[in-house]
Nanobody, 113 residues
Framework: QVHLVESGGGLVQPGGSLRLSCAIS????????MAWFRQARGREREFLAG????????MYGDSVKGRFTISRDNVKNMMYLQMNSLKPEDTAVYYC??????WGQGTQVTVSS
């Protein structure tokens, strides 16, 4: 069974940057569709960015396009989310995902001055 562990969250000022990491352990990965989601308090979980494991084809949600970058290292079994120009509305718990239903425990990102 594949396990996902997120890290890299924290408190950052508006306009700042953070890089989230997702460590992937378990059986060798196939050409999975992987993604980052977030869930703000009182809101539904939101798709942010996706990447295919073998070809690294990416796609982004409208709310983060141009500010966030998803990437993966298939040697280290890691996935990343580089987040720039952060806004207070980016405050949420961020989750990595292997489609459809493998999730990490989440990491909190708070954007506040």
């Amino acid at each position: 069974q594949v396990h996902l562990v997120e890290s890299g969250g924290g408190l950052v000022q508006p306009g700042g940057s953070l890089r989230l990491s997702c460590a992937i352990s378990g059986p060798p990965l196939d050409n999975y569709n992987m993604a980052w989601f977030r869930q703000a308090r009182g809101r539904e979980r939101e798709f942010l960015a996706g990447i295919t494991w073998t070809t690294a084809t990416t796609m982004y949600g409208d709310s983060v396009k141009g500010r966030f970058t998803i990437s993966r290292d298939n040697v280290k079994n890691m996935m990343y989310l580089q987040m720039n120009s952060l806004k207070p509305e980016d405050t949420a718990v961020y989750y990595c995902n292997i489609h459809p239903n493998t999730w990490g425990q989440g990491t909190q990102v708070t954007v506040s001055s």
